[in-house]
């Protein structure tokens, strides 16, 4: 891949947001954002002494019970009844809350730089929340845990801290990962390896209807963890949801990749791509397929169909994309700290050890929500000394992949000028890309509570194309809003909020509907996906036989 790098660079400032984690955060701008944060104390004197007076004011009514201050109504953390009825824990709490917000309400009105504020918020934020008073032993819960056990909770969980510090680089498990495996439990749906190359194992699934529709669907997950987050058990698999709806169903597995492929960059990606697409249309005999990228699969289904567009060649007849950022000009929090320098620092560390480790991806993601995804666990394992739950998303989550070096670099050049913006910004497998060339249909989905691809930068993406655009905003995260599977009762999505520009604007104007996004998805798909025929009595062809049984190999490489 190449780009225009002095243009790029000079777009760095703004453009560095979205899938940010690729980029990380150093340890020395947290502690540097910790001392500007101290030293705005000394020199505000008075707007210190201001805040703190109206803290110790707060305090006051705490200690006298005339404090009105309770936490957030969805903030699990302090569901026990203790919190709010014992007179003392109720203090303890409330006492803390005017801390927490004391400490933001003097860092918002302080005179630093919106960007510092902004950085300041952050940082005591994860500092506040790791000193919340559920995070200590005198947790009511665990203390009734304690007294229940005697005891032998509080020795859980030390052995538990003792076994994640040893094993997990010391972050609390999320999940046992001896509870799930891979091809029995998750990953199940019957099929098998139809094609294989270096890069990625293509995986056609055995039909579960007697017609199928003619044009095929490729679904490219991300080259991040696993592919198997579309076929987890039946109730939440997507393949399942497929095949059930009678498409032709093939899925990519990438390679996990290790040192020795560290040269891999985007247009190794999509040159294997390509020949997925190829080996589907051989076997299947259609002209054209549907694809479905997600996340950083999405981003090498677009380059795939930016470098088909340039060659006027026509495989693709419409695109899905999940949670995918293509224009990066929305931050979220860990996009305060990327500039020039962390950028240049996330390369040279990925480039001297030849692949970014998945493993710390998922910290760097999980410190982005620390209560769910940290705070959490701590609780549980170690003040509770309970062994964490079975839950098969997080097995996936904790299934983690690597990312050659260069592929990698690729990414970080994508954050730092965001070229896909520009007709010709970009260069893939020796063609330039301009995305106004892909004319094929267009469905987009993003989360509204997503804190890794922010929805309007999802948004912004999916108006990059030259086709016509169904975006939908689903009301979850960045995973739950790609396994939302029907008959959830929390489930609501958004769409058909017209042309605009403006993704708050869209958001006004859109139809907002009960229940999952896949039954909206489904009937746009069948549109799309050509007539009914007698479903396929056997898989692969002969140019591509059926190998191993899915989930196929690379799969279980770690």
Excluded at 257 to 281: F, I, K, N
Aim: proline share 6%; hydrophobic share 40%; aromatic share 8%.
């Amino acid at each position: 891949m190449s780009n225009k790098n002095n243009e790029d660079q000079q777009q760095a400032p703004q453009r560095a947001a979205g899938l940010n984690p690729m980029v990380g955060v150093q340890r020395k701008d947290l502690l540097g954002t910790a001392q500007t944060v101290l030293r705005q104390a000394v020199r505000q004197p008075l707007h210190s002494a201001k805040h703190a007076l109206a803290f110790g004011l707060e305090l006051k009514n705490v200690v006298l019970g005339k404090s009105s201050l309770a936490p957030a109504s969805d903030d699990r953390r302090f569901s026990d009844p203790t919190w709010s009825q014992n007179p003392l824990y109720r203090r303890y709490l409330q006492g803390y809350l005017a801390w927490r917000n004391e400490l933001q309400a003097w860092i918002s009105s302080s005179d630093l730089p919106p960007e510092d504020i902004s950085r300041g918020q952050f940082v005591i934020q994860l500092m506040t929340e790791a000193l919340a008073p559920t995070n200590n032993l005198s947790n009511p819960a665990a203390l009734k845990r304690f007294f229940e056990t005697g005891g032998k909770s509080v020795l859980d969980g030390l052995s538990n801290l003792a076994r994640d510090v040893v094993h997990n680089g010391g972050m609390p498990r999320q999940v046992n990962m001896d509870a799930f495996e891979v091809g029995k439990d998750l990953g199940s749906s019957r099929g098998a390896v139809v094609y294989r190359n270096e890069v990625l194992e293509l995986i056609q699934y055995s039909p579960l209807t007697e017609q199928v529709h003619e044009r095929p669907l490729l679904v490219v997950p991300p080259q991040i963890n696993k592919f198997y987050i579309f076929d987890l058990c039946p109730q939440k698999s997507l393949m399942r949801f497929c095949l059930d709806a009678r498409q032709q169903t093939f899925m990519v597995s990438w390679r996990n990749p290790t040192r020795a492929q560290r040269d891999w960059d985007l247009s190794t990606y999509v040159r294997a791509l390509g020949e997925a697409v190829d080996a589907v249309l051989s076997i299947t005999g259609s002209a054209t397929l549907n694809m479905l990228g997600a996340c950083s699969g999405g981003i090498t289904c677009t380059a795939l169909l930016g470098h088909l567009a340039a060659r006027h060649e026509t495989k693709v007849n419409a695109l899905t994309l999940l949670v995918s950022v293509l224009d990066a000009t929305l931050d979220n929090a860990l996009a305060l700290f990327v500039d020039d320098q962390a950028l240049d620092a996330a390369k040279r560390q990925s480039q001297q050890a030849g692949v970014l480790e998945g493993s710390d991806l998922a910290r760097l993601f999980a410190w982005m929500r620390p209560n769910d995804l940290i705070w959490n666990y701590w609780v549980n394992n170690y003040l509770l000394g309970n062994e964490p739950p079975a839950f098969d998303i997080l097995y996936w989550n904790n299934d983690t992949t690597r990312l050659p070096a260069a592929f990698h670099a690729d990414l970080i050049e994508m954050y730092r000028g965001n070229p896909l913006t520009r007709p010709g910004g970009i260069t893939v497998c020796g063609t330039a890309i301009d995305l106004k060339q892909v004319k094929c249909d267009l469905f987009s989905v993003a989360g509204n509570a997503d804190h890794i691809t922010p929805w309007q930068a999802c948004y912004r993406s999916a108006r990059l194309f030259g086709g016509k655009v169904e975006f939908v905003l689903s009301n979850s995260g960045h995973i739950q809003s790609i396994i939302n599977p029907p008959g959830n009762p929390k489930a609501r999505f958004q769409v058909g909020g017209g042309q605009h520009d403006d993704p708050l604007a869209w958001q006004e104007d859109a139809v907002r509907h009960v229940d999952s996004w896949w039954l909206h998805w489904q009937g746009w798909l069948v549109e799309r996906a050509g007539a009914l025929i007698e479903a396929p009595g056997h898989l692969g062809c002969p140019s591509h036989p059926a190998a191993e049984s899915a989930p196929g190999r690379y799969v279980h490489q770690r």
